[in-house]
């Protein structure tokens, strides 16, 4: 999907320096995958609780991708250059 799409999904937005993560929560079955796996990244007791830049891109998106419900999604900015 791109940022369109997502947008126009209902996802939010979290951008950062090389990938922009995208957030559903109306699709989210609260795994808490994301939250085990990177937690300087995923922490629901912040705001935003999403902080891209928290830790390395390829690890948020092995992490993103490991969500079940498909609530995380990922754009990542290299591809666009």
Known sequence: ???EDLLSKGYRKYSGEEIEVYFSKDICTHSGNCVR???KVFDTKRKPWI??????A???MKT??????GALQYIYK???K
């Open 1 to 3: 999907m791109n940022k």
């Open 51 to 56: 902080l891209a830049d928290n830790g390395e």
């Open 64 to 69: 993103i991708d490991l969500c079940p419900s």
């Open 37 to 39: 796996t990177m937690p």
């Open 78 to 80: 290299k591809e666009d």
């Open 58 to 60: 390829d690890s948020a």
